[in-house]
């Protein structure tokens, strides 16, 4: 049974920092590409970060330079490191996995930026 587990987010005043943490089971997670999505209230699903299992990294514009994502294979864990966080930050954050044309998605855990 896949499994990708969010954990991390919480309520945090705007420049403040979260670290998210997404662990999995039933995947080899070596082999798979894995990403942060997040989801505002009233908005699409957007992709946040990703990094391949070859460890390149993308950043979505709006979180470049404050966003940082890393993977340690030996935890089959994927984290997401955020600094300087603003409110428009406020979201449900999901951990996605994909290998090939499978993917699988956590539940989410919700980040709220706000004084």
């Known amino acids: 049974q896949v499994q990708l587990v969010e954990s991390g987010g919480g309520l945090v005043q705007p420049g403040g920092s979260l670290r998210l943490s997404c662990e999995t089971s039933?995947?080899?997670?070596?082999?798979?590409?894995m990403a942060w999505y997040r989801q505002a209230p009233g908005k699409q699903r957007e992709l946040v970060a990703s990094?391949?299992?070859?460890?390149?990294?993308y950043y979505a514009d709006s979180v470049k330079g404050r966003f940082t994502i890393s993977r340690d294979n030996t935890k089959n864990t994927v984290y997401l490191q955020a600094n300087s966080l603003k409110p428009e930050d406020t979201a449900v954050y999901y951990c996605?996995?994909?290998?090939?044309?499978?993917?699988?998605w956590g539940k989410g855990t919700l980040v709220t930026v706000s004084s």
């Open positions: 990094i391949t299992r070859g460890h390149m990294i």
């Open positions: 996605y996995a994909n290998r090939y044309n499978i993917d699988y």
């Open positions: 039933g995947i080899i997670f070596s082999d798979n590409n």
